[in-house]
């Protein structure tokens, strides 16, 4: 009975951005409301159908009676339902610093709505071109939202976007189109069956799996096709950028693993392993260029865009290698890192507000001003650094497992090596906001500046309200700190749920 | 071995990574503040000696607290050699605390809270590494102590502390990639990660050269907090920090994790016999009897009384992994013994060091001619610690070094045995001077220092010159003159002041650790089977090799 | 070859479309031009469905009551297309929205001097 309430999935937030765009007329509050409650609504209907799918198996429809492979099949598995729950919760708690920090106009609302359509028909849909369709309408919706920031830059980043984003989506059309030659058909696991009986050596299978991969690389923004990504992320609105960071590249990767798992299946890779090691080297190469750019950025938010790209080829690698724990490992980065690194932007965009602070070196003397803020980025930063028992040491450890299981050292090296990468820019940013002087910026933030000489300065009274982190932004920032190590905690629970999902996908 | 499913191995963790947050909340009251911390070390210090009576008769408590990752449970057990660490790194914490109340409020040091958070933290971690039952677990802790180290190692906010701070997190964090990876090729040879006493069975089938590898790996990891040459520049960069925090850390607590778990990974994960059949026993004991003599030779150039005992703690350290490299069970007795050993006669020195530092602010060995007479009490702390760390009899030192001395002679490897005593004759070479200048020389008249002052390889110009006027590096009058000096330190103008035996000098805050530490030296050196830890260290080694020493 | 170029032709067609539509929106400094670049690569791939939907001698896919009367052209992957058009307009006007926005805050829609107007700011 659950399974034909699948399509509610999308249609509750689609309807609900028609309802925003509605309630805008009466004024924007009632849009910022619309908007909660049906995100509320999405958050509770994929959390109660993700646990469905997890207790009872994988739940399944076809859209309009259609039954698959002729129609459109909606298909929840473990994978699935884990990142549509990410996608709900996420939003509906960044929702709660954009009400504050946004652009505003209903407008917003509804593309952050349409938003959300598109990442959950990605995760839930069983047919690859109404991927390509649904990859679209997330496009069309996050440039608009880069653009809200309605400063020149953002349009000009948003443009650029639009173009990198059009061309892979294009690209991944243009790979659909090659598979739907090789065999007739678009549904998903229909694919898997009929690919085999193509031949995975047929020139069609490989250029289609080619021009899939390269199209999500660069909606995933994997090294050298990211250039559109820093842009895209410095210049959006501070909450845009803590969504667009959490999930749109996130849902872009799970759209890579489903792909490969669910359609091309291990059996391909076994065939064409070239395939696998190119990925791998791919993603490899990308762990690194990633992290070396990420230091050499002055500005924090092109600093985190930056580790995206690194974090995403750790992602890929685990995706990649293919070996349950590795894959795993994969899944875990890919939430962890949603978690993390929407944390780490919505920090970035509260000292802004408070601050006007933009870059490393204006974050001097963070810490001392705003303790808790400061406090919880840096338990966010060493999370994603591997420090145990937070979520980032969960997954670079599934991912080295694998990758040492499988016998690849060299991808070995360089996932151990991340982790000093990843400190790299991180430790910098760290003694910057805890043991350097205030900088001006900071000072001014503070009342004139208070001298540090009081040692008890740093953790008494807090400074005047007006200079004051806001409540939710605290309160999203510590929340995302405290998920980033429970996750990390229970990551063995996490494991025996997703397994027979993960032995589903791995089966030949 | 029995053992007994427990939460005092937890406890004794988590009460001191509780202390954290009632700390942090009484900012604003200092004394309730310090309350905290002490309240702390005892409860910690008391759950820990509660567990050793049953440890002495192989009773093992253990916490468990689930999976942490796939088949690595998350749990703390208080073995022998567990709580061989643990007791020391709690029981000096108390000494410590009372030590830390004098020294940083005589600093009037600035972000005081952070300091006592961060220390109780920073024991927490140790502990953790200490009760940690396998190597996943130890990783979790090791990396946490890095973190909760590095606001120590920065505490003064300057430049050089930063950079000491980077230098820190850098090596500490590479060393714990290694770990991870070491870790993660057990996991995948042997399927497991926990200790077991005498190595991990399925280790011993193993590829030899990935378990070499791993070895390599692990003990590369370790032997970064454990300064091994090369890996040790860090720890006299991080001298920078309080001293409090040298002497706990860098001479107990961080250091002796590293030690630690060198000791875990030749003893609890490959055991002695695989260690010695992969041979890779001979070339880690290889790499600390070059380490504590190159560290020795180094030390005698140090003038900065604290860079002086960093590289003697580097030297020391490696006594620690000398013996149980050499793999023979009464030199393993000898290294395990030093780790308790060294950690009471290293925190006496570096404790002094950071009396003379609140008193004085003197810092370099340079100025400190006739400084006997201004603290006659904290000099002779450091005289009877210095006669420990060279091995004179009746202080811990000797008891350690006299087991080393016999495991390498009967191990058959003699040469090591002539490492040893070659770098006890260099121990005395740099503390004796320290010790000889604060009481048998003054300010105004002392022997020129040519290790210190001159360039390495001698001076090639005549030094005839430099008579008519005073070498700048020289103090010949009672004014320190250098001005671009960054501290201000040296005799006042006069010569030292006179201060009696009574504790003019200081703070009781400071003597009395100062004296208890010493006398905790002084114990393990006279009734060394009385106190507890000889007796520890038998049954660890005797569970170890199944030899019974 | 011949032959390949009298039946696979359109399938050149596709490839020049793809071509010159990349190249049009990498060399070009128009913002506009760079968008008709984008529509003209996304024709190339619409072009690729719809001529992998042929077949010699096939007709238009409406099957008689009787059923029979094939061969068929495929019509799924004209369906795609109808579709894919749509995503395309849609983007199209979303692109042009922004280079609207871009003259209006700099002056200029061209690339090169948009990077001199903000290396100003």
């Known amino acids: 009975m659950s399974d034909t309430l699948l399509p509610l999935l999308v249609a509750l937030p689609l309807l609900g951005a028609v309802l925003a765009v509605a309630a805008g007329l009466a004024s924007e509050r009632a849009a910022a409301a619309v908007t909660t409650l049906v995100l509320a609504a999405q958050t509770g209907l994929a959390g109660w159908l993700g646990s469905q799918a997890v207790l009872d198996g994988p739940l399944s429809v076809g859209v309009g009676g259609f039954v698959a492979p002729y129609g459109i099949e909606l298909v929840v598995d473990g994978l699935s339902a884990a990142v549509l729950v990410l996608v709900a919760v996420v939003s509906l708690a960044v929702l709660a610093f954009a009400t504050e920090d946004a652009p505003g106009g209903t407008a917003f609302y509804a593309q952050y709505l349409l938003l959300v359509t598109g990442l959950s028909g990605m995760a839930v849909t069983g047919d690859v071109f109404n991927l390509y369709v649904f990859l679209e309408i997330t496009g069309l919706a996050t440039y608009a939202l880069v653009a809200s920031a309605g400063t020149g830059r953002s349009a000009v980043s948003a443009l650029k976007y639009l173009l990198f984003g059009t061309v892979a989506a294009s690209l991944y059309l243009l790979g659909v189109g090659y598979a739907l030659m090789a065999t007739g058909t678009l549904n998903m696991a229909d694919l898997a069956t009929e690919l085999a009986a193509a031949g995975y050596d047929s020139p069609l299978v490989l250029a289609s799996f080619g021009f899939i991969v390269v199209g999500l690389a660069t909606k995933t923004a994997l090294f050298p096709l990211h250039t559109w990504q820093p842009d895209a992320y410095a210049d959006a609105p501070d909450s845009v950028s803590a969504l667009i960071a959490a999930l749109v590249s996130t849902v872009a990767a799970y759209a890579l693993l489903r792909l490969i798992y669910t359609v091309y299946t291990p059996a391909f890779f076994e065939a064409v392993p070239v395939a696998r090691d190119a990925l791998v080297a791919f993603a490899a190469v990308s762990i690194v260029v990633g992290s070396v750019l990420a230091v050499t950025q002055s500005e924090i938010k092109r600093m985190l865009a930056y580790s995206s790209v690194s974090q995403y080829g750790l992602v890929v690698v685990g995706l990649a290698i293919g070996t349950p724990a590795a894959v795993f490992g994969a899944v875990v980065h890919l939430l962890g890192h949603a978690i993390m690194k929407g944390g780490l932007f919505v920090a970035a965009g509260a000292v802004a507000d408070l601050t006007g602070a933009r870059t490393v070196d204006e974050y001097a003397g963070l810490a001392d001003r705003f303790p808790v803020l400061g406090g919880a980025s840096a338990v966010l930063m060493l999370a994603m650094v591997g420090v145990p028992p937070a979520v980032g040491f969960a997954g670079k450890w599934y991912i080295a497992l694998g990758a040492v299981r499988a016998g690849s050292w060299p991808v070995a090296v360089v996932i151990f090596a991340s982790t000093l990468l990843t400190l790299a820019y991180f430790a910098l940013l760290v003694e910057r906001m805890f043991v350097a002087p205030a900088s001006e910026s900071v000072l001014a933030a503070t009342d004139g500046g208070r001298d540090g000489d009081d040692d008890t300065d740093a953790l008494g009274p807090s400074p005047p309200s007006a200079s004051r982190p806001s409540r939710r932004a605290l309160a999203l920032v510590v929340g995302a700190a405290v998920v980033a190590i429970v996750l990390g905690v229970v990551v063995t629970d996490l494991g025996t749920a997703l397994e027979p999902t993960i032995d589903t996908l791995l089966s030949p | ?549 | 070859m011949i032959e390949l170029l009298t039946t696979k032709y359109t399938y050149l067609v596709v490839v020049a479309l793809l071509g010159i539509g990349a190249y049009v929106m990498i060399e070009s400094d128009n913002f506009v031009k760079k968008i008709i670049g984008m529509n003209v690569f996304q024709t190339g791939i619409f072009v690729f469905f719809i001529s992998s939907a042929f077949h010699t001698a096939g007709r238009s896919p409406v099957v008689q009551s009787g059923g029979g009367g094939g061969p068929f052209v495929s019509p799924l992957p004209q369906v795609l297309i109808l579709t894919a058009i749509v995503v395309g307009v849609s983007l199209t006007a979303v692109a042009l929205g922004l280079v609207v926005r871009i003259y209006e805050r700099y002056g200029t829609i061209n690339e090169r001097t948009l990077e001199e107007v903000r290396a100003d700011e």
């Open chain 2, 1 to 549: 071995m029995t053992d007994i499913a427990s939460l005092r191995p937890a406890l004794a963790v988590a009460v001191a990574a509780a202390a954290v947050v009632p700390i942090l909340v009484s900012a604003r009251r200092p004394n309730l503040r310090e309350g905290w911390t002490v309240l702390a070390a005892v409860g910690s210090f008391a759950l820990v000696a509660s567990m050793l009576p049953g440890a002495l008769d192989g009773t093992v408590y253990v916490a468990d607290f689930g999976p942490l990752v796939a088949g690595v449970e998350f749990s703390l057990r208080a073995d022998p050699l567990g709580l061989l660490f643990a007791t020391v790194a709690s029981l000096l914490w108390l000494v410590t605390s009372f030590y830390s109340v004098g020294y940083m409020r005589g600093l009037d040091e600035d972000d005081q809270t952070r300091y006592f958070a961060a220390f109780a933290a920073s024991v927490a971690a140790a502990l953790g590494v200490a009760f940690a039952a396998n190597l996943v677990t130890v990783f979790v802790f090791y990396e946490l102590l890095t973190v909760a180290t590095y606001p120590l190692v920065t505490h003064d906010e300057t430049p050089e502390a930063r950079a000491a701070g980077r230098k820190y997190l850098a090596y500490t964090f590479g060393g714990g990639v290694a770990v991870l990876a070491g870790t993660v090729l057990v996991a995948t040879m042997a399927d497991t990660t926990a200790f077991t006493a005498g190595g991990i069975g399925a280790l011993a089938n193993a590829d030899p050269v990935l378990a070499r590898v791993a070895f390599v790996l692990l003990i590369g990891g370790f032997g970064v907090k454990a300064a091994l040459m090369p890996l040790h520049s860090w720890l006299p960069d991080a001298m920078v920090a309080p001293t409090p925090v040298s002497g706990l850390l860098h001479a107990v607590a961080v250091v002796k994790s590293g030690v630690f778990g060198i000791a875990r990974v030749v003893l609890d994960v490959y055991g002695v016999d695989l260690t010695s059949a992969l041979g890779v026993g001979l070339p880690l004991a290889i790499v600390a009897a070059a380490t504590l003599l190159i560290a020795s030779v180094i030390a005698l150039r140090q003038d900065n009384l604290k860079r002086r005992l960093a590289f003697s703690t580097v030297s020391q350290l490696s006594y620690i992994v000398l013996g149980i490299a050499v793999l023979h069970p009464t030199s393993i007795v000898g290294g395990l013994m030093h780790i308790p050993a060294h950690a009471f006669m290293k925190l006496t020195l570096f404790f002094t060091a950071g009396a003379i530092h609140v008193e004085t602010h003197t810092d370099d060995i340079s100025e400190m001619a006739g400084i006997g007479k201004r603290m006659p009490l904290t000099m002779l702390a450091f005289g009877v610690a210095a006669a420990g760390m060279a091995g004179i009899p009746l202080v811990a030192g000797f008891v350690s070094k006299w087991y080393l001395l016999l495991g390498s002679v009967g191990a058959g490897q003699t040469v090591f045995a002539v490492a040893l005593l070659l770098s006890g004759v260099l121990n005395i070479a740099y503390f004796w001077p320290v010790f000889y200048q604060a009481f048998f020389e003054s300010a105004d008249d002392h022997d020129a220092k040519p290790l210190v002052e001159f360039s390495l390889g001698g001076e090639s110009r005549s030094l005839l010159p430099a008579e008519s006027e005073p070498d700048p590096g020289t103090v010949t009058d009672g004014g320190h003159e250098d001005e671009d000096d960054h501290h201000h330190g040296g005799p006042p103008a006069g010569g030292w002041e006179h201060r009696g035996w009574r504790g003019g000098e200081s703070t009781w805050f400071m003597l009395g650790p100062i004296l208890a530490a010493m006398t905790g030296a002084v114990v393990l050196g006279v009734i060394p089977g009385t106190a507890v830890f000889l007796r520890l260290v038998k049954v660890i080694v005797t569970a170890a090799t199944g030899v019974a020493v």
